[in-house]
């Protein structure tokens, strides 16, 4: 069983930054991929960036050059660089990872970006 736990989030000015990270209760040096997706109030979870072992992102359009998401596989944990954030930003922000073909998801954690 692979548990997977948030933190970082938090309340934020417009323009700020913050930092998530996903701690994993495993080892991820064997996890194919990893990724941060995120749910706005009334809208359906999408993906803001997927990593893999072998070092390959991807990005959602909206965030592309704010973001950035590494992973470090000796603290077993992944990240998400949040930079320049925006009002529309605001979301629960949750965890995924693939281990053994089975998808794993943390509980999320809230990030607020507001004046």
Known sequence: QVQLEESGGGL??????????CAASV??????????Y??????????????GSTGWTTYADS???RFTISRDN?????????NTLKPEDTAVY?????HIGTEYWGQGTQVTVSS
């Open 74 to 82: 000796a603290r077993d944990t992944l990240y998400l660089q949040m």
């Open 27 to 36: 080892s991820i040096f064997s996890f194919p991929t990893m990724g941060w």
């Open 94 to 98: 949750s965890c995924n990872a693939w």
């Open 63 to 65: 965030v592309k050059g």
């Open 12 to 21: 934020v000015q417009p323009g700020g930054s913050l930092r998530l990270s």
């Open 38 to 51: 995120r749910q706005a109030p009334g809208k359906e979870r999408e993906l803001v960036a997927r990593l």
